[in-house]
């Protein structure tokens, strides 16, 4: 009910319809937590494309090796005979050199850019051009030909580009040649994909926002009471009056297993009450009989900022401040105009 995933469009997904590869995000009718429609632009972006004042190499090298940054991959000068031509700003050429592709992810920089650095869990506009290694450099999609650039969370990707894009620079153009098991693996997700296909994408960085900073758990849960046994849903009692203004962050039991980074995709059983509305639920992934999976960047800024730190096996609560859930708008009759909402989540799985 409270997902509302956008089909995030753009590269990967289906190059037809463009709707960008969301590894693991719930479908709608998982209700998994609230996601901020807001918060990810994919089909609307508003940036303009890149300029720089350096040409690609028309040979496709990259630039001078780089030994690898503090937020991204490594990267090389080796292309793999891609030849990648075109002036910054417009639309690049890609041929391919036939043969066997690469079998590890390449990463090269043809044009390094001087703006910030991208780093892992961002949210990326680019430009970017997509062709087939096993289909002779048939191009599958292009944010060219739809004239603007696309917007999309880097965890809400195929793994080639949460991998590859970090480390980039604004101003950047970077070369991309992603391996099957780091695209769609046996699956030909359309006419221009072949299944097992090693994917190579041109991809010009044109601004990035970071993710937001995880809150800290404290011990405040502002009378907030939660009973039930792990593994169980649990019952939340809100103690009335007035709600914290601030996100409350608390562990009730903290997990022993993996943590979840900021950005990453996370798999869980949760419940969700308004305080506006008394206590009212509004969602759990509990009434659906499975636990819930979608990417922290997808979703309302009280989760985004609220779930890094947890560990596997784990049971936080959130209570969430409009701002940070839908604000002035009602969700139905169970979420109010400005609405306090509140959710006690077990974290089940983490996928970075």
Same mark, same amino acid.
């Given at each position: 009910?409270?997902?509302?995933?956008?089909? &995030?469009?753009?590269?990967?997904?289906?190059?037809?319809?463009?709707?960008?590869?969301?590894?693991?995000?719930?479908?709608?009718?998982?209700?998994?937590?609230?996601?901020? $429609?807001?918060?990810?632009?994919?089909?609307?972006?508003?940036?303009? %494309?890149?300029?720089?004042?350096?040409?690609?190499? $028309?040979?496709?090298?990259?630039?001078?090796?780089?030994?690898?940054?503090?937020?991204?991959?490594?990267?090389?000068?080796?292309?793999?005979?891609?030849?990648?031509?075109?002036?910054?700003?417009?639309?690049?050429?890609?041929?391919?050199?036939?043969?066997?592709?690469?079998?590890?992810?390449?990463?090269?920089?043809?044009?390094?850019? @001087?703006?910030?650095?991208?780093?892992?869990?961002?949210?990326?506009? &680019?430009?970017?051009?997509?062709?087939?290694?096993?289909?002779?450099?048939?191009?599958?999609?292009?944010?060219?030909?739809?004239? $603007?650039?696309?917007?999309?969370?880097?965890?809400?990707?195929?793994?080639?580009?949460?991998?590859?894009?970090?480390?980039?620079?604004?101003?950047?153009?970077?070369?991309?040649?992603? %391996?099957?098991?780091?695209?769609?693996?046996?699956?030909?997700?359309?006419?221009?994909?072949?299944?097992?296909?090693?994917?190579?994408?041109?991809? #010009?960085?044109?601004?990035?926002?970071? %993710?937001?900073?995880?809150?800290?758990?404290?011990? #405040?849960?502002?009378?907030?009471?939660?009973?039930?046994?792990?593994?169980?849903?649990?019952?939340?009692?809100?103690?009335?009056?007035?709600?914290?203004?601030?996100?409350?962050?608390?562990?009730?039991?903290?997990? @022993?297993?993996?943590?979840?980074?900021?950005?990453?995709? !996370?798999?869980?059983?949760? !419940?969700?009450?308004?305080? &506006?509305?008394?206590?009212?639920?509004?969602?759990?992934?509990?009434?659906?009989?499975?636990?819930?999976?979608?990417?922290?960047?997808?979703?309302? $800024?009280?989760?985004?900022?609220?779930?890094?730190?947890?560990?596997?096996?784990?049971?936080?609560?959130?209570?969430? %401040?409009?701002?940070?859930?839908?604000?002035?708008?009602?969700?139905?009759? #169970?979420?109010?105009?400005?609405?306090?909402?509140?959710?006690?989540? @077990?974290?089940?799985?983490?996928?970075?």
């Amino acid at each position: 009910m409270f997902t509302n995933l956008r089909p &995030t469009r753009v590269l990967l997904l289906l190059l037809m319809t463009v709707a960008l590869v969301a590894t693991g995000c719930a479908d709608a009718e998982d209700g998994a937590a609230t996601v901020d $429609e807001d918060q990810t632009a994919a089909d609307e972006p508003s940036a303009a %494309p890149a300029d720089g004042d350096e040409g690609a190499p $028309e040979d496709g090298a990259g630039s001078e090796a780089a030994a690898g940054t503090p937020d991204g991959p490594a990267t090389s000068t080796d292309s793999a005979g891609v030849e990648v031509t075109g002036e910054p700003g417009t639309k690049p050429e890609v041929s391919l050199p036939g043969g066997e592709p690469p079998t590890e992810l390449v990463v090269v920089d043809l044009i390094e850019g @001087d703006g910030d650095q991208v780093p892992e869990g961002a949210t990326v506009t &680019t430009d970017y051009v997509g062709v087939s290694w096993l289909n002779d450099g048939v191009e599958f999609d292009s944010s060219w030909d739809r004239g $603007e650039p696309a917007t999309f969370p880097l965890n809400g990707v195929i793994p080639g580009w949460t991998n590859g894009i970090p480390g980039m620079r604004e101003g950047g153009r970077r070369l991309l040649i992603i %391996p099957p098991d780091q695209a769609y693996g046996a699956q030909a997700p359309s006419p221009d994909i072949a299944a097992n296909d090693t994917l190579v994408f041109v991809i #010009d960085m044109v601004s990035f926002e970071r %993710p937001p900073e995880p809150v800290e758990p404290g011990t #405040d849960d502002a009378g907030v009471e939660v009973s039930g046994e792990p593994g169980e849903e649990p019952q939340i009692t809100l103690p009335g009056g007035e709600p914290p203004a601030e996100l409350l962050v608390v562990d009730l039991i903290e997990g @022993d297993g993996e943590e979840a980074p900021a950005g990453s995709i !996370v798999t869980t059983q949760y !419940v969700g009450v308004s305080w &506006t509305n008394d206590g009212e639920k509004f969602d759990a992934s509990w009434d659906r009989g499975e636990p819930a999976t979608f990417p922290l960047s997808n979703v309302i $800024e009280g989760w985004t900022r609220g779930i890094p730190g947890m560990r596997v096996g784990g049971r936080r609560l959130l209570v969430i %401040p409009p701002e940070q859930a839908y604000g002035a708008e009602a969700r139905g009759e #169970d979420i109010a105009p400005n609405d306090t909402l509140v959710f006690v989540i @077990d974290l089940v799985d983490v996928n970075q």
